[in-house]
């Protein structure tokens, strides 16, 4: 296998990932992503205090994807360094995914676990005064940052919310906050109504679409800040197969993270391995020959 690789530090046996959201709320299942292959898991994302979320319906299937409104359920931080623990004996690098409403908050929570990386939620585009109303302000993005940056010894990801203006400002703000890698994108704001009601179906009437949908616009997304940044950036939406996980490595991510479509095969990351194998080796290419590849042009 020529996948192995290094981000922000952290040895990889391939850059896929498990995303954040998607199996992680307990280690047994973030165990059983890792046994299936995947180089890295992230873990739901954790709060300060138990939150039971929004109401169902929280997520529903769009077809091109599935729109999701948990409204960040999660035990909070205090319960869950036992779930990290148990996910650690898988032997690959566990990434805590954190949210808070300010910067004291988040480097509460990042204080408090011990984690091989934090991925900071700055962009859950559903949640009310967290998430993505944190991480469309550039100020707040840095602060942060830079707060758990200083409440850490380990390193410190930003991921990133689509729904912006200009991605490139925010991801600009992390890596003066002193973020180690930027993780690019969460969901993308979207609705879903039921036409024999007219009721908007989630419980939260809006949510975030993830899925096939949204690929094109993380590629974007990962290809601009590519340009932008001069710290790593791990590329997720959308992926669903060996292509979808090249196309983002082209297009400048260093790894990528798998979410929705593990929900349908949790073999996806042995699957998306083998196959990207075989096309480097088909090619007489490395993983850092199609680094960045589609900038050369
Ligand atoms: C949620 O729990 O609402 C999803 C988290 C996110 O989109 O960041």
Request: charged letters at 20%; hydrophobic letters at 45%; glycine letters at 12%.
């Amino acid at each position: 296998m020529m996948l192995a690789a290094t981000v922000t530090g952290l040895k990889l046996k391939n850059p896929m990932m498990l995303a954040a959201g998607i199996m992680g709320t307990t280690g047994g299942s973030l165990k059983r992503a890792a046994q299936a292959g995947a180089g890295a898991v992230v873990t739901k994302s954790i709060g300060i205090a138990p939150k039971a979320g929004h109401s169902n319906p929280s997520m529903v299937d769009v077809d091109c994807g599935y729109l999701n409104a948990m409204g960040l359920p999660n035990p909070s931080y205090k319960n869950f360094q036992e779930e990290i623990d148990k996910a650690k004996e898988s032997e690959v690098p566990v990434i805590a995914s954190i949210f808070g409403g300010s910067a004291d908050e988040f480097s509460e929570i990042a204080g408090a676990l011990c984690a091989d990386a934090f991925e900071l939620n700055v962009s859950c585009p559903h949640a009310r005064g967290y998430g993505a109303e944190i991480g469309t302000d550039p100020k707040l993005v840095e602060e942060i940052t830079h707060a758990v940056k200083s409440a850490v010894n380990a390193p410190v990801w930003v991921k990133l919310t689509p729904n912006v203006t200009d991605i490139k400002s925010i991801g600009l703000a992390a890596q003066r906050g002193g973020a180690d890698a930027v993780v690019a994108i969460n969901t993308v704001r979207g609705m879903a109504i039921d036409i024999e009601s007219g009721y908007p179906i989630l419980g939260n009437k809006f949510g975030g679409i993830s899925g096939r949908a949204i690929k094109p616009v993380a590629i974007k997304c990962v290809y601009d800040l590519y340009e932008a940044l001069d710290i790593p950036v791990i590329g997720v939406g959308g992926i669903s197969d060996w292509k979808d996980a090249v196309e983002f490595i082209m297009a400048g991510a260093r790894a990528v993270q798998i979410g929705s479509a593990v929900g349908e095969n949790i073999d996806i990351f042995s699957d998306i391995s083998s196959c990207m194998d075989a096309f480097l080796t088909e090619k007489e290419w490395t993983l850092d020959d199609i680094y960045g590849m589609a900038h050369e042009v």
